[in-house]
C-alpha cells in the first residue's frame, strides 16, 4: 500500500522530488487533458466567434506594424521576405512565447479553488496549460500558412522542424514561468511586472522588425536570448539563414535544467502557497 | 489485509498561520526559500503569528471513525488540509498508508456551462479516476444522482442541491482507504442525506474515517473516537464519545436567560430547581428522579386565566419534551407560588433547560416567555444520545 509522510523537514532529496514530479506527470495525462477539453469548450462554448478570437490579436499586431510601415512612419531595415509575413510570423511566435511564460501563472491561479480543497497531481495544471497552448497556437499557424500561400512564400523543407522550434519555444517560457509562478501566486506585482518588461522586450526583439546590421540597437539586440529564439524559430519557418543556430541551441539546451529546476521548485512551492492562498 | 493495521498515524502536529496578510505573503517567500535550503530550525513564532493546530496526536485504524469536533477557528480544517497533504505542517509528522479520499468540497472542477454528463468526466478526472473508470461508472453515477433527466443540462442550471448530489455521486465511486469528510453533507434534501450516510456507512467497516462535523448527534452516532479542537489545541482526546461532546457543550453553555417576548402583564420573580445536589453549577437530578420547579410571579392584571407552559430543551435548543400546561386565574398586584413536580424523568444523561411560556388561557396570546431560564443535568452510568433513557422491563419467553 502506498505511505505517503506529510512534515515538515523535507528531507526528500532533489532526484525524488524529480522522480515524484515526473510520476505525476505521467499519471495526470487524463486529468491535464480532461482540465484542457473542459477549458476549451468552455471557453467556445459560450461564444459565436468563438475560435476567430484566437486569430484576432496577432491580425491587429500585424496590421498596425504594415500600416506604420506602409505609410512610411517607420523605416525599417529589410526584412528578407514580404514585410505582412514577417510581422505575422514575428507576434505569432512572440505571443506563443509570451502565453508559455505566462501560463503556469495563469494555470495555477485560475486553480487556487481546487488547490486548496483537493490533492492532485499539480503537474496537471501545466500540461493542461501546455494542451490549451498548442490547441490555440494551432489554429494562428494554419493563418499563417494561409497567409503565406497568400504572399507566395515557398515553403521550405525546414519546415519539417517546425513543430520541433514550437516546442523548445513553448518549454523556454514554461521554465522560466515555473520559476516566477510561485512569486508571482503571493504577490500579484510579479506578474505586473512580468507583463511590463515583455512588452519592453519585444521592441529589443526582432518580432516586428528585422535585427539592424549596425548601431546600438544591434548590440542590445545581440545580448538578448529572445533573439535567437525568434530568428531561428522564423528561420525554421521560411528557410532562412541560420545565422544564429549556435547561440539558438545554447538557448534550448539552457532551459533543459530550468524546466527541471522549474519543475522541482514548483512542486515543493505549491504546498507554501496553498497555506497563504487559505490562511 | 489485517484489521488492526494502523491507516492513519498523526505526532504532534502543528501549523501556525499569520495575522497579516502582507506579513503572510512575506512569510510565504520566506519559507519558499528556506524551503529549498530544508531548514531545520524556526519552529518558534514568528511576529503576529500563532498556532492554528498544537500538537495533535492519535491513531486511526482501518474501520474507526475519528470525530473532530470544536467551535468555528478551532484549527479542524486546518487539520484536514495537512492530512489531505494540502499544506505542510510546521511540526510533527503524519503517516497515511492506502488511498486517501476527501469529502471536502463535491463537485470540484465543474464547470458551469458545460453539461453534468461532462463533467461527471471533469470531477472524476480531478478525483483521480481514470477515464475507464468513469466510463464503467458513468451509469451508476447518474442513477445514484437521480438527476438522469437533466444529465445533459449545463450545470449552471442546475440547483445546489443536484450539484452536490452530483458531486457527491462521482466521489462515492471512490474506494479509499482513509475518508475524510468535512461539513459537505448538510446541502442536499433529506433523502439525498440519508443515501449518503448509508453510502457512507457500508464504506466504514473498510475504512479510516476523519469526520468533521457540528452535529454532534451525527458524531455520536457514527464515530468511535474524538478529539475536541479548541484554538488549536486538543482539549479532549479519547474513546469516550459522550465526555469529548459534554465537553464541547460546555464551551457553549450561557447561562443567560434571555425574554423572547414580554407584554409586561406579569413578571417572574424567580425560577428555582429543587435538588438535593449540585455539580459544576448545574442542579442535579437522578435518572427516574423528580423533577421539582418552584415558580414565584406577581401578576398586573385582574382577572385573567393565565396558561403556564414549561418546554424542556437540549443543549442544542432543540425542544424534546414539553410539561403538560396548567392554567391558573389570577389576582391583581398579587404574587403567585406554583410548584410543579414531574415524577420518574427519564430523560437521558446530558445538560437540558427549561423555557417558560405564559399564554393567556383565553385567546391563546402568548404573554411571557422566556427561553433558558434555568439548567439542569441528569445522572446516569449509561451515555445516550437519544434525548430519552426510556424505563423498560423484558421478558424473555423460550
Redesign the interface.
Known sequence: ???????????LSFFKLLKGSATDICKSR??AR??AE??I??QY??SYLGIIWAFIMPITTAIVWIFLSSSGTVQLSDTGISYPVYVFSGTLIWSIFKEALMMPTSSTNSAR????????PKEALILSGIYKMLFNSLFKIVLLFVLMLIYKISFSFTLLLFPLGLLSLILLGVSVGLIVT??SM??NDVGKIINLGLSFFMYVTPVVYALPDTGLMKTIMELNPLTYVIGITRDILFGGTFTYLMPYLGVVLISLPILVLGLV?YR??I??????L?? | MENDEVLVKVEGLSKK??KDLKT??W???K??IS??K?S?NERALRPKEFWAVKDINFELKRGECLGLIGHNGAGKSTLL????????????????????G?L??LG??F?P??SGR?NI??NG????F??KEIDDKLEDIIDFAEIREFIDMPVQNYSSGMKVRLGFAVAAQMEP?VLIIDEVLAVGDLGFTLKCFKTIDTILPNTAVVFVSHSMPMVSRICNKIILMENGEPKYVGEDIGEGIDKYYSRFTNNNSNVVFDDNSLTLDSFKIKTESVINGFPVINWGGNLKLDINFTTKIKKETFCIVIIISDKEQRPIAMLQESQFNSIENESMRVLVDVSDLQLSKGLYNFNLVMKSGMTNEPRLRINNIGEFQVIHEKEVWQPFLLRATYDFIS
Open positions: 500500500m502506498e505511505t505517503r509522510i506529510y512534515k515538515k523537514e523535507n528531507s487524463f486529468l480532461q482540465l473542459r477549458d469548450k468552455a462554448r459560450q479553488g481546487l488547490l486548496s480543497k483537493i490533492n492532485f510561485p512569486f503571493l504577490y521548485w515543493l512551492s504546498p507554501v502557497i496553498v497555506e497563504r487559505s490562511a | 498561520f499569520c503572510s505573503l512569510y510565504g517567500v519559507d519558499l524551503g529549498v530544508s531545520k488540509k495537512i492530512l489531505n497533504g494540502l499544506i505542510n505542517p510546521d511540526a510533527g509528522q503524519v503517516t497515511i498508508k492506502g488511498r486517501v476527501a471536502i468540497e470540484a472542477g464547470n456551462i458545460l461532462e468526466y471533469n478526472a480531478i478525483l483521480g481514470t477515464r482507504d
